[in-house]
């Protein structure tokens, strides 16, 4: 059974950085891409960024390229995202997620952390 | 303002059933066949109900079914229930510069 638990959220100041990671179980974490999607309060949901299975292949959201980095340790079955510049619009609820496939991008959904960017 | 147009809500009565619209709005987005639907109950994370526009997931209700026309896909949910109570998103690939978009999703009240 899939099981992907995000830690890392917190309260930061505009401005500052903040590391989220995404712990995986119940897969073999080395076949599959990853996602980070996140969810501000009360809003919808807006993709953030992607991984391919081996961390060859990168992409982000126009609202964060350049800002954040979206990486992995196959070997610690673990995601990450460090972000940067963090800005008040970066504040939501962060969700690790899986991809089954290219067909079916976004599988198997974590609990989310909250990321608060506030002074 | 998403590339990708929902209602902002729809309701209906138990037994009943609803359709929800998720439409391409810019030229970056083109729908294909790769739609795919989440439901999303009140501070629970999203789960996948409709993949490759028309494909449900193992465990997912065949009372949820996907369709597609021209630039527009939609969810129909048919027999509704108290518990199909959420927020519903669309989703699809929009190219090699917007890569993924999900449409500003829609409330579903079952009255």
């Known amino acids: 059974q899939v099981h992907l638990v995000e830690s890392g959220g917190g309260v930061v100041q505009p401005g500052g950085s903040l590391g989220l990671s995404c712990a995986a179980s119940?897969?073999?974490?080395?076949?599959?891409?990853m996602h980070w999607v996140r969810q501000a309060p009360g809003k919808g949901l807006e993709w953030v960024a992607f991984?391919?299975?081996?961390?060859?292949?990168?992409y982000y959201s126009e609202s964060v390229q350049g800002r954040f980095t979206i990486s992995r340790d196959n070997s610690k079955n673990t995601l990450y995202l460090q972000m940067s510049s963090l800005r008040s619009d970066d504040t939501a609820v962060y969700y690790c997620?899986?991809?089954?496939?290219?067909?079916?991008?976004?599988?198997?959904w974590g609990q989310g952390t909250l990321v608060t960017v506030s002074s | 303002q998403s590339a990708l147009t929902q209602p902002a809500s729809v309701s209906a009565s138990p037994g009943q059933s609803v359709t929800i619209s998720c439409t391409g709005t810019?030229?970056?987005?083109?729908?294909?066949?790769?739609v795919s639907w989440y439901q999303q109950h009140p501070g629970k994370a999203p789960k996948v109900v409709i993949y490759?526009?028309?494909k449900r997931p193992s465990g997912i209700s065949n009372r949820f079914s996907g369709s597609q026309s021209g630039n527009t896909a939609s969810l129909t949910i048919s027999g509704l229930q108290a518990e199909d109570e959420a927020d519903y998103y669309c989703?699809?690939?929009?190219?090699?510069?917007?890569?993924?978009?999900f449409g500003g999703g829609t409330g579903l009240t079952v009255l």
């Open positions: 991984i391919q299975y081996d961390g060859s292949l990168t």
């Open positions: 810019s030229s970056d987005v083109v729908i294909y066949n790769v």
């Open positions: 989703c699809a690939h929009a190219g090699s510069r917007l890569h993924w978009v």
């Open positions: 119940g897969f073999t974490f080395s076949n599959y891409p």
């Open positions: 490759e526009g028309t």
């Open positions: 997620v899986q991809e089954y496939s290219s067909r079916r991008p976004f599988e198997f």
